[in-house]
């Protein structure tokens, strides 16, 4: 299958600061890369879809202004978690579509603000 | 509210047996249906895909869809150990990104 890069795989950081997650599509191009945040013991919720070139369309609930999400070419999206609080300690997953149908998925990344 | 339901489990079964596992779900508009394997503390693995009714199978495992019924189950023969994992299904309509229902949990005792 296709193969997303996400990095990085876990972090740590303080209450108050940012946190950049990087998505890539390794061998294909993603027009479309999907972000998901998953609590424990819980599914896959989504949060966002970002499109190459354009904004990314939030779920409702979601705060675009403290999740932002860049998808600046056909193989990369970054979703930046502005000012942190240990609520959003989670696990943050992006995926990528190939031909419309099966998405594959990055590592995830676990976030844990202290 | 476009909805996927499994049944959390956990479902147990020994080793070389039958593990079935469903799925429904709201949308009749779904036209892709998917099942995802997501180890502890891992990101989802893709099984099976399935698009059309009827039976597929990969393998030991064998996708079942029923779209009348809004229905789609996995089923793994011969069960492993190593298959003990949550088992996420997720559906979506061309273009859309997919909803996941919360997973079952299957365990497979030696």
């Known amino acids: 299958g296709a193969v997303v890069s996400q990095h990085p795989s876990w972090v740590i950081c303080k209450s108050g600061t940012s946190v950049k997650i990087e998505c890539r599509s390794l061998d294909f191009q993603a027009t479309t890369m999907f972000w998901y945040r998953q609590f424990p013991k819980q599914s896959l919720m989504l949060m966002a879809t970002s499109n190459e070139g354009s904004k990314a369309t939030y779920e409702q609930g979601v705060e675009k202004d403290k999740f932002l999400i860049n998808h600046a070419s056909l193989t990369l999206s970054t979703l930046t978690v502005t000012s942190a609080h240990p609520e959003d300690s989670s696990f943050y997953i992006c995926?990528?579509?190939?031909?419309?149908?099966?998405?594959?998925f990055g590592q995830g990344t676990r976030l844990t603000v202290v | 509210q476009k909805e996927v339901e499994q049944n959390s489990g956990p479902l147990s079964v020994p080793e070389g047996a039958i593990a079935s596992l469903n799925c429904t779900y709201s949308d009749r508009g779904s036209q892709s249906f998917f099942w995802y394997r997501q180890y502890s503390g891992k990101s989802p693995e893709l099984i099976m895909s399935?698009?059309?009714?009827g039976d597929k199978e990969d393998g030991r495992f064998t996708a079942q869809l029923n779209k009348a019924s809004q229905y789609v189950s996995l089923l793994i023969r011969d069960s492993q150990p190593s298959d003990s994992a949550t088992y996420l299904c997720a559906v979506n309509q061309a273009g859309t990104a997919l909803i996941f229902g919360k997973g079952t949990t299957l365990s497979v005792s030696s």
């Open positions: 995926s990528a579509r190939v031909r419309n149908t099966e998405a594959f």
């Open positions: 399935i698009y059309s009714n």
